[in-house]
């Protein structure tokens, strides 16, 4: 059964910075564009068989969205947006169509769970994947980087879940129990303490700690 969240919005990563502490203490911080977004729809247990809302965030042109989401917009009487997701709650009779949510929904010190897509790294091998140790180098070695014995002598075949080389990034990842730092509610900006998954401008989705 999925955990219910008791507050959570959308948000895109702007970048990175650093700030300092009341003592001087220089700390790198995490800078999201936290909001505004809007609740599309509301879901109880009475219609669909639990609470959750759909937000959604970052307006777009009425061209680019798809017929049947198109249709949830006209529905709720909202603008159209990039992205739409859903957020399991404790009650969606709280929250109301078409109801604006910002930033100012944390608070400083509050912490939170950050999820978003990695970066994608390409084709990568095992000492970068997933921290290998190389062989020897001299010129007789010929075993530098590759990853040398795959399976028992046994069953003559590659067990499931060898770590080999691959595909590297592009997963979704999430960062848990991050403090928030600083909240700007006029600039629906937040100050997160570390580093969050994906690039520039990429989504986030931010909740409440699971662990707090």
Known sequence: ???????????????????????????????????????????????????????????VKDKKVNRPDRGQFTKAQVKPTRWLREFRVEDANQYEIGQEIKADLFQEGDLIDVTGVSKGKGFAGGIKR???????????????????????????????GRKMPGRLGGERVTVQ???????????????????VPGPRKGLLSIKNSVKA
């Open 130 to 160: 997933h921290n290998f140790h190389r062989g020897p180098m001299g010129h007789g070695s010929k075993y530098h980087r590759r990853s040398g014995s795959l399976g028992a002598k046994g069953p003559a075949r590659v067990f499931k």
């Open 1 to 59: 059964m999925l955990r219910a969240v008791k507050k959570g919005l959308l948000a895109r990563k702007v970048g990175m910075t650093q700030v300092f502490t009341d003592d001087g203490q220089a700390m790198a911080v995490t800078v999201i564009e936290a909001g505004p977004c809007v609740v599309v729809k509301k879901k109880t247990p009475e219609t669909d068989g639990y609470n959750a809302i759909q937000v959604g965030f970052s307006g």
């Open 177 to 195: 129990k991050l403090k928030i730092v600083k909240v700007y509610p006029e600039k629906n900006i937040i100050l997160v303490k570390g580093a």
